[in-house]
């Protein structure tokens, strides 16, 4: 343990969960001793570790490693606990306070998104978020950001068979409609959406990413008619407040636009 208080063997096994993202769900052990910059024996006695716990699984076939369901039961008691909701909330109050909009945390919860922290505009002319609303994943460009990443396949077992509920004569009910709005978010980093799910509502959202995968969304987001003529306005703040977000959530890890 140095004397920093920074002890190497918990960082490194840290180092090796990080590891697994959306794009390498899994590894074997040559090859994320190889990216890790880890001797094979030390990679191996990580693993085998973590998987002691339940944060990792073998496939007894192909002997390569997947995240555990360890993971996912630390990933509910961090959400039910309100630590991302009371991470979030000054950098919402300080975006909101710049643009005027409300500012708005989304995460994925099935096919749908639910708000877990929200801060409204002040004015008399605002839209007002309610934090535990649950929005359908394919209506409103929070649900854009938060889905573009993941594979075809398994948003279409989360959303269901086309056509998708319509909310407004905007929302998008087919698969190819949502594609446009995906790519539109892994060529810009950003989504914006009119009247999707309600229609006197605009707003524009950018995926909120830590160790390369989408966590969240951060969305600014108001009345369609003033919104949707200051998107350029609106877009510089929010990246930067999701920057400033994800340097809180995880020291050195911002976003990744794209």
């Known amino acids: 343990m140095a004397g920093t208080g920074f002890l190497q063997t918990a960082d490194r ?3 090796v969960l990080l590891a697994f993202t959306d794009d390498r769900p899994e590894w074997g052990v040559t090859e994320l001793g190889r990216e890790l910059g880890l001797d094979k024996s030390v990679a191996q006695r990580l693993l085998a570790t973590l998987a002691n716990r339940g944060f990792v699984l073998a496939d007894p076939e192909s002997r390569r490693y997947r995240l555990g369901p360890a993971v996912s039961q630390l990933a509910r008691v961090a959400e039910r606990s309100g630590a991302l909701s009371l991470v979030a909330r000054p950098v919402l109050a300080m975006l ?3 643009t005027g909009e409300s500012a708005v945390l989304n995460v994925a919860h099935g096919g749908s998104y639910r708000t877990v ?3 409204d505009a002040r004015g008399p ?3 007002t978020a309610v934090v535990g609303h649950v929005m359908p994943g394919h209506a409103g460009c929070s649900g854009h950001a938060l889905f573009a990443e993941q594979p075809l396949e398994e948003v279409r077992e989360l959303f269901g068979p086309e056509p998708l509920t319509r ?3 905007s929302t998008p009910t087919t698969y190819a409609e949502l594609e446009q709005r995906w790519q539109q978010v892994r060529d810009t980093g950003v989504s914006v959406s009119t009247g999707e799910f309600d229609a006197n509502v ?3 959202a950018v995926p909120l990413r830590l160790s390369g995968a989408t966590v969240a969304s951060l969305t600014l987001i108001g ?3 003033r919104v949707t003529g200051r998107i350029d306005d609106l877009t510089a703040p929010l990246r930067a407040a999701a920057t400033d977000l994800s340097s809180r959530l995880a020291p ?3 976003p990744q636009d794209g």
């Open 13 to 15: 096994a840290l180092q």
């Open 96 to 98: 909101a306070r710049e």
């Open 117 to 119: 922290a929200a801060v």
């Open 125 to 127: 002319i605002r839209y």
């Open 167 to 169: 909310c407004t004569p």
């Open 202 to 204: 605009g707003a524009v």
């Open 223 to 225: 009345p369609a008619e």
């Open 252 to 254: 050195g890890a911002g």
